[in-house]
């Protein structure tokens, strides 16, 4: 894992603006509806005025300070979970926080305060929980899938790891729904054998879901955390996908758990107070307000976005069909549910001077799979994003794409 990756993507995107980029997994921006999300505000300060027994000026004033630590907004998420998610949590048990990457960054301040504390995470992962593991000087176990075994085989060996080399693992990471980079959803039966795993060996669940409410196709697959019998799911959610990035709005559903002599919410709750004091509560209020607006549910709003990014899902897939025809036997795809991205595997190593020259020569820039992994492998395999373009420009994307494979292979078998 390079933690230099975002600096040298933004680097790339800087020397080369023609590019087609998909690299980033950006939501699509001619979906954000910010003049009705700020007026929606309104209706927060109203309701938040009736909550409070005062004038809907002074909930203004008290919007524009500072505000309690764990949010205004959680008797609201905790709606919302119950209607989108199936998730049944009561307010005190939210954690509203600056993002998604707060959250992850809170949980492993958190949970591995000691020099032998780690953290589990398959291989290739996102980019935050090993960026946040970094900061907060906490090591990472990685496992992945070997050929003939599955994901549950592969995390117990990785506990097994662990334990033999002196530490502890606190916490496993997962983004069960649409997992980035790869695309993939967790079977209901392998998630149901994690978490009976995790019990065993007293390890917390970290469930990242960001893209749980884009499913294209398929039947959805319950959370883990409504799975969770045993209060060791910690519920990692965001608006910045299903509304927009600009609000910096995320939450935490902490389940019931001690940490230390204290429990686990009231330690994360002390945690962000030293972080960020407390996530905007203008923030927090536009966020209120859309979801009294729309009954404490997100699909209406969703369904838009979401037939565009099946769309261009559909495009992309077409498009590779279309232009590695010939190549079928060597370049291979994945076709995801929902989410944002999906995964090319190459029959050749990807790496940075590959970016460079995709983008310099080819106008079309990637990201390599290498940048996620927490191991050696993944040098052959490359994300590509869908959600923050166009049909047009992923048919003309795809086609640089396939130009550079196909002079790439052409170059090697001249030299071979």
């Known amino acids: 894992m390079r933690l230099e990756v975002m600096n040298f993507l933004n680097e790339m995107a800087e020397r080369f603006p023609a590019a087609i980029s998909f690299a980033s997994g950006r939501p699509a921006e001619g979906f954000f509806d910010m003049r009705a999300w700020i007026e ?16 809907r000026e002074l909930v203004e004033r008290s919007l524009a300070q500072y505000g309690a630590t764990a949010g205004i907004i959680r008797d609201l998420i905790s709606r919302q979970l119950r209607v989108d998610e199936g998730i049944d949590v009561a307010s005190d048990r939210i954690l509203v926080t600056v993002g998604c990457q707060e959250a992850l960054d809170i949980c492993v301040r958190t949970l591995c305060r000691d020099e032998d504390d780690v953290l589990l995470a398959r291989s290739p992962t996102y980019i935050g929980i090993t960026g946040a593991a970094y900061l907060g000087r906490a090591g990472i176990v990685s496992f992945r899938e070997a050929e003939g075994s599955g994901l549950v085989a592969a995390l117990e060996k990785a506990i097994e790891s662990a334990h033999t080399q ?70 990692v959610g965001t608006f910045s996908k299903t509304l927009c990035p600009a609000l910096r709005v995320g939450y935490a559903v902490v389940p019931p758990r001690a940490v230390g002599r204290c429990d686990l919410m009231e330690a994360m709750v002390q945690a962000k107070s030293f972080v960020s004091v407390n996530t905007s509560q203008l923030a927090q209020a536009v966020v209120g307000g859309v979801l009294m607006s729309q009954r404490y549910s997100l699909r209406d709003i969703v369904s838009k976005p979401l037939a565009h990014y099946r769309r261009n899902r559909d495009e992309m897939l077409d498009a590779l069909d279309r232009h590695f025809a010939d190549l079928r036997s060597q370049v291979h795809w994945n076709r995801p549910e929902g989410g944002f991205f999906l995964v090319v595997e190459l029959p050749f190593d990807f790496g940075d001077e590959h970016v460079k020259r995709c983008a310099e020569a080819y106008g079309v820039l990637v990201m390599p799979l290498r940048y996620f992994a927490l191991d050696s492998n993944d040098g052959r395999r490359v994300r590509l994003a869908f959600s923050n373009t166009s049909p047009e420009k992923i048919r003309d994307g795809i086609s640089r794409f396939s130009h550079f494979v196909h002079d790439h292979l052409d170059r090697k078998g001249a030299s071979g």
């Not at 729904?177 to 993939?184: Q, V, Y």
């Open 40 to 55: 929606s505000m309104h209706s927060y300060e109203e309701h938040l005025a009736e909550q409070r027994g005062t004038s």
């Open 166 to 235: 002196g530490k502890r693992p606190r916490a496993l990471y997962l983004i069960p729904d649409f997992d980035n980079p790869t695309g993939e959803v967790i079977d209901l039966h392998v998630r149901r054998a994690i978490l009976a795993l995790c019990a065993l060996h007293d390890i917390l669940v970290l469930e990242d879901n960001p893209y749980g409410m884009f499913r294209y196709e398929g039947t959805p697959v319950p959370t883990m955390r409504s799975l969770d019998d045993d209060r060791r799911v910690i519920y």
